[in-house]
Protein backbone atom coordinates (compact mmCIF):
# COMPACT_ATOMS: atom_id res chain seq x y z
CA UNK A 1 0.00 0.00 0.00
CA UNK A 2 0.59 3.48 -0.81
CA UNK A 3 -0.23 6.69 1.06
CA UNK A 4 -0.02 10.24 -0.47
CA UNK A 5 -0.71 13.66 1.51
CA UNK A 6 -0.80 16.96 0.53
CA UNK A 7 -0.26 19.94 1.84
CA UNK A 8 0.93 23.55 1.28
CA UNK A 9 -2.83 24.65 0.18
CA UNK A 10 -4.97 27.56 1.36
CA UNK A 11 -6.65 31.13 1.00
CA UNK A 12 -4.66 33.26 -1.50
CA UNK A 13 -5.02 36.76 -3.15
CA UNK A 14 -5.01 36.91 -7.12
CA UNK A 15 -1.51 37.20 -8.51
CA UNK A 16 0.04 35.05 -5.33
CA UNK A 17 1.45 32.17 -4.92
CA UNK A 18 1.45 28.87 -3.31
CA UNK A 19 3.31 25.40 -3.77
CA UNK A 20 2.14 22.43 -3.15
CA UNK A 21 3.91 19.23 -1.87
CA UNK A 22 2.35 15.32 -2.04
CA UNK A 23 4.77 12.73 0.42
CA UNK A 24 4.06 9.15 -0.40
CA UNK A 25 4.83 6.41 1.76
CA UNK A 26 4.08 2.62 2.89
CA UNK A 27 5.68 0.39 -0.03
CA UNK A 28 7.05 2.81 -2.20
CA UNK A 29 9.03 0.93 -4.74
CA UNK A 30 8.69 2.02 -7.80
CA UNK A 31 6.96 5.29 -8.35
CA UNK A 32 6.73 5.95 -12.38
CA UNK A 33 4.35 8.37 -12.93
CA UNK A 34 3.23 11.49 -10.11
CA UNK A 35 1.10 14.46 -10.81
CA UNK A 36 -2.02 16.40 -9.65
CA UNK A 37 -5.10 16.78 -10.48
CA UNK A 38 -7.87 19.68 -9.48
CA UNK A 39 -11.58 19.82 -9.59
CA UNK A 40 -13.60 22.67 -8.75
CA UNK A 41 -17.39 23.21 -7.90
CA UNK A 42 -19.34 22.26 -11.12
CA UNK A 43 -16.36 21.92 -13.36
CA UNK A 44 -15.00 18.66 -14.41
CA UNK A 45 -11.90 16.95 -12.70
CA UNK A 46 -8.65 18.23 -14.87
CA UNK A 47 -5.45 17.03 -15.18
CA UNK A 48 -2.61 19.82 -14.31
CA UNK A 49 0.71 18.54 -14.38
CA UNK A 50 2.65 15.18 -14.48
CA UNK A 51 5.79 14.23 -13.63
CA UNK A 52 7.70 10.64 -14.73
CA UNK A 53 10.75 9.62 -12.53
CA UNK A 54 13.07 10.64 -15.31
CA UNK A 55 11.58 14.22 -14.85
CA UNK A 56 9.70 14.19 -17.84
CA UNK A 57 6.62 16.92 -17.28
CA UNK A 58 3.68 17.88 -18.77
CA UNK A 59 1.06 20.20 -18.17
CA UNK A 60 -2.62 21.40 -18.51
CA UNK A 61 -2.96 24.76 -21.32
CA UNK A 62 -4.49 26.56 -18.41
CA UNK A 63 -1.92 26.80 -16.20
CA UNK A 64 1.41 26.39 -18.44
CA UNK A 65 3.71 29.26 -17.65
CA UNK A 66 2.47 29.81 -14.32
CA UNK A 67 2.27 26.13 -12.37
CA UNK A 68 5.71 24.03 -11.96
CA UNK A 69 5.59 20.58 -11.41
CA UNK A 70 8.99 18.65 -9.63
CA UNK A 71 9.63 16.16 -7.59
CA UNK A 72 12.43 14.35 -5.74
CA UNK A 73 12.24 10.63 -6.18
CA UNK A 74 14.69 10.05 -2.54
CA UNK A 75 12.03 11.50 -0.65
CA UNK A 76 9.40 10.23 -2.41
CA UNK A 77 7.87 13.57 -3.50
CA UNK A 78 5.76 15.73 -5.74
CA UNK A 79 5.51 19.80 -5.94
CA UNK A 80 3.62 21.86 -7.26
CA UNK A 81 4.88 25.60 -7.26
CA UNK A 82 1.70 27.75 -8.17
CA UNK A 83 2.52 31.12 -9.53
CA UNK A 84 0.20 34.04 -10.79
CA UNK A 85 -3.17 32.63 -9.04
CA UNK A 86 -6.13 33.09 -10.59
CA UNK A 87 -9.82 32.45 -9.30
CA UNK A 88 -10.00 30.04 -11.51
CA UNK A 89 -7.41 27.68 -10.26
CA UNK A 90 -9.68 27.57 -7.05
CA UNK A 91 -10.42 23.82 -6.60
CA UNK A 92 -9.75 20.94 -4.37
CA UNK A 93 -5.91 19.46 -5.44
CA UNK A 94 -4.88 15.92 -5.09
CA UNK A 95 -1.88 14.06 -6.08
CA UNK A 96 -1.49 10.53 -7.28
CA UNK A 97 1.36 8.64 -7.86
CA UNK A 98 1.30 5.38 -10.87
CA UNK A 99 3.80 2.32 -9.65
CA UNK A 100 5.37 0.99 -12.39
CA UNK A 101 3.15 -2.05 -11.40
CA UNK A 102 0.36 -0.37 -12.85
CA UNK A 103 -0.95 0.36 -9.88
CA UNK A 104 -2.50 3.83 -8.74
CA UNK A 105 -2.90 5.97 -5.54
CA UNK A 106 -4.40 9.15 -4.80
CA UNK A 107 -4.19 11.85 -2.02
CA UNK A 108 -7.42 13.34 -0.17
CA UNK A 109 -6.52 16.94 -2.12
CA UNK A 110 -6.00 20.19 -0.35
CA UNK A 111 -8.06 23.18 -1.32
CA UNK A 112 -6.71 26.33 -3.21
CA UNK A 113 -8.47 29.14 -2.70
CA UNK A 114 -7.46 31.93 -4.74
CA UNK A 115 -9.85 35.47 -4.27
CA UNK A 116 -10.19 38.33 -6.79
Known amino acids: QVHLVESGGGLVQAGGSLRLSCAAS????????MGWYRQAPGKQRELVAT???????NYADSVKGRFTISRDNAKNTVYLQMNSLKPDDTAVYAC??????????WGPGTQVTVSS
Open 51 to 57: ITRGGST
Open 26 to 33: GSLFVINV
Open 96 to 105: FADMTSGRGY
